[in-house]
């Protein structure tokens, strides 16, 4: 039986962090929703649905809200931008709140609002891991979360994204919390290229993210896909890094199995420890993030 939205607020406001303000209020089944997903943004809600509309009694209850809402289809082009349904106009652009880290956030943006909210725990353990002296390298960095968290842990951060726009948004958000982009790395252009390249050089980190997207094709026409070559993507990043440096590795790709994932990583980390975590309390529905913190000693 699917529950209200109110009520799956409270529930889920006792799950999630202090000082949280990004999180999932209902996800799909794990609800009652199939296929429904409603993400707290801030002040604004945002509608997620898969080969379906809005459930009647969950929009009503949502446009008595008086709170911006959003839809956004996900059968469709994942780059279109979600559709405002009801509430005020406010401002698309806004900021944000997650475990006291401050996010610039953006309702006009296609693929994501600008974080991704399944990633939180990771978020706040690349926190944990990092401290001053360390160097931690973010790839498909897209706005540069986990290089925030990194930073604030005392890490020196390479932020590593295909595009521009995402690694000004990541400036940005290192601003939002006293941050010095400055003092940080960027670099724009193709994961895999990097990796050859810092390898190469002899340029090492003590942590790496590797949170790729399912399907990629880089300027030279070379394909990637998770299913297929995420044990290359992990070997690549062995090279860059330091002796006893971790790795968090991570994908949403749901052809891919939890026991594919970890052989792939197996294999590419001969000797190394893999621990395998949760999914974030308020996210209740498919296990669907294969994810795995790689530790070599």
């Known amino acids: 039986m699917s529950r209200t939205y109110r009520h799956c607020l409270e529930y889920k406001k006792g799950l999630i962090p202090p000082r ?11 609800e009652g929703y199939p296929d429904v997903f409603v993400d707290r943004l801030g002040d604004r809600i945002l509608v997620s649905t898969r080969d379906c509309a809005v459930p009647v009694n969950l929009g009503k209850e949502l446009a008595e809200l008086d709170v911006p809402v959003f839809h956004k289809r996900l059968e469709q082009n ?5 559709v405002q349904i009801a509430g005020p106009i406010l401002p698309l652009q806004f900021e944000a709140e997650e475990q006291g880290v401050l996010f610039r956030l953006d309702m006009s ?26 160097k ?13 968290y990194a930073a604030l842990g005392g890490a020196q951060t390479t932020t590593l994204d295909l595009a521009q726009p995402c690694l000004e948004w990541a400036r940005e958000n290192f601003r939002l919390n006293g941050i010095d982009p400055s003092g940080q790395y960027f670099c724009k252009g193709d994961v895999l290229h990097w990796l050859e390249r810092f390898a190469r050089q002899g340029r090492t980190f003590h942590g ?30 062995r090279k860059c890094l330091e002796r006893g440096g971790w790795m968090l590795c991570t994908s949403n790709c749901r052809k891919l199995s939890h026991s594919d994932f970890r052989r792939m990583v197996e294999a590419a980390a001969p000797g190394a ?25």
């Open 208 to 237: 790496i993210i590797l949170d790729p997207p399912t399907f990629s094709r880089d300027d030279r026409g070379r394909v990637f896909r998770v299913e297929s070559h995420y044990g290359e993507l992990v070997s690549l990043a």
């Open 20 to 30: 949280t303000e990004i999180f999932r209020v209902i996800d799909g089944e794990g």
């Open 78 to 82: 994942q780059k279109e931008a979600p």
């Open 136 to 148: 931690v390298l973010n790839t498909f960095a897209y706005t540069g979360a986990f290089s925030v």
């Open 273 to 297: 420890r893999l621990i395998h975590d949760p999914m974030p309390a308020d996210f209740t529905g498919e296990d669907y993030l294969k994810r795995l913190w790689v530790d070599w000693k």
């Open 109 to 134: 943006a296609g693929y994501s609002q600008g974080i991704f909210l399944d990633q939180r725990d990771h978020r706040r353990r690349v926190r944990e891991r990092s401290r001053p002296g360390m």
